[in-house]
């Protein structure tokens, strides 16, 4: 699957890059593809593409806080997780996420 994400804690300086790699590991680990943009203590790094977007199967938030311009996600499938749970479990977040996009379809 394609998978657009971003990560943002609210101090924004280690969780975020950290559930961001982390992400980026299982996804590999797991044959999907991702990329995930890091709201952070520097803004945003990574910034998602308006096509990138628009080509992704859906939107993965890891954040204990309101993400910038989540207007952009308007008409795609969101899942929403605490960040905490990206770092410690990226492969068991996404793989759950997978399987509940999945039996939307």
Known sequence: MKIVGVTS??????????AAKAL???????GHNIK???QGA???VN????????AADFVLIASDQTVKDAERFEDKR??????????NNAEAVLTKAVEAISAQK
């Open 42 to 44: 520097l803004g945003q």
């Open 78 to 87: 969101i899942v929403r997780v605490k960040i905490g749970h990206a770092v």
């Open 24 to 30: 980026e590991k299982a996804a590999a680990q797991l």
């Open 9 to 18: 804690c609210i101090a924004g300086l280690a969780h975020t890059p950290m």
């Open 36 to 38: 995930v943009e890091q």
């Open 47 to 54: 910034k998602l593409t308006e096509e990138e977007i628009a």
